[in-house]
């Protein structure tokens, strides 16, 4: 409280004046309130722009990848050659409409005994049998229900005891090392971020893993922006919340 007929305003002792009113006075308020009215502009517009711009740059990243695909159609059919000028994004379309011919064709009888005849005749090629299988492998265990990978988000402590890193179970059934180990060992993989599709493969005791409840998505989602947006968790009720409450005697 300023002292009984004292203006703090007027008062250069007074411990009760205003900071932006004192500014104000001499400018430095209206300065600060500029550059603070400035910078909230520029958070606000960033918000808006990052996730524009990554979209953006994202679906590029895939336009030109999938445009790759128009080397399969005949030259005169080319967007060059019917409308004179690269069109961008014509690959993702042919590249849908090819998934979908060829989904069409091998769940077929005569299409899945051409495509086993091809498998056959590529497993059997050095080096590029190997890389084929671990593709296909790979492809038929993330991409049907089939398999478990990448179906569950866990927290192990890794690189070392007291730091955790989140990943994903890959494997559960690692005969010759569980053996060799003596340990119920399970494939875990710990993805690097912000580039999820790198990171390292870690055998670890089945006992030490923690099951998180976020999903696949959320887990991806927490990488690929650092940790910023992190899933919402709710605390599962314990026994104590579930128990019927008494009435006051």
């Given amino acids: 409280m300023a002292r009984a007929g004292v203006n703090p305003l007027a008062d250069p002792t007074s411990t009760d004046r205003d900071p932006d009113v004192d500014d104000a006075g001499d400018g430095k308020g209206d300065r600060r309130s500029f550059a603070r009215r400035l910078r909230n502009h520029l958070i606000a517009g960033l918000l808006i722009w990052i996730p524009v711009m990554v979209t953006v740059w994202v679906i590029r990243f895939l336009s030109r990848i999938l445009d ?10 080319r967007p060059e050659a019917l409308f004179g000028t690269y069109i961008p994004g014509v690959g993702i379309i ?8 060829t989904g069409i064709v091998v769940r077929n009888l005569f299409g899945g005994q051409i495509v086993e005849g091809f498998e056959n005749l590529v497993r059997r090629i050095p080096v590029i049998g190997s890389v084929y299988g671990g593709a296909k492998t790979f492809s038929e265990t ?4 089939k398999g478990k990978s990448f179906k569950q988000v866990v927290l192990v402590e890794f690189p070392r ?3 955790f890193s989140v990943g994903f179970i890959t494997s559960e059934e690692m005969e010759e090392v569980q053996a060799r180990t003596e340990q ?3 494939c875990f993989f710990v993805p ?3 580039n999820p599709t790198t990171g390292f493969l870690v055998a670890v005791d089945r006992n030490e893993i923690v099951r998180l409840d976020m ?3 959320e887990a991806f ?6 940790g910023v947006v992190v899933p919402r968790w709710q605390r599962p009720p314990v026994a104590a919340d579930l128990a019927p409450q008494q009435p006051p005697p």
Avoid: E
Avoid at 221 to 226: A, F, G, Q, R
């Fill in 68 to 77: 790759q695909s128009l080397v399969l159609l005949p030259p005169p059919w």
């Fill in 94 to 101: 042919l590249s849908f409409l090819l998934l979908v011919l």
């Fill in 142 to 145: 993330v991409l049907t229900d």
């Fill in 161 to 163: 005891k007291g730091l």
């Fill in 184 to 186: 119920d060992v399970v």
């Fill in 192 to 194: 690097t971020t912000p």
């Fill in 215 to 217: 999903t696949v998505d």
């Fill in 221 to 226: 989602k927490m990488l690929l922006t650092l």
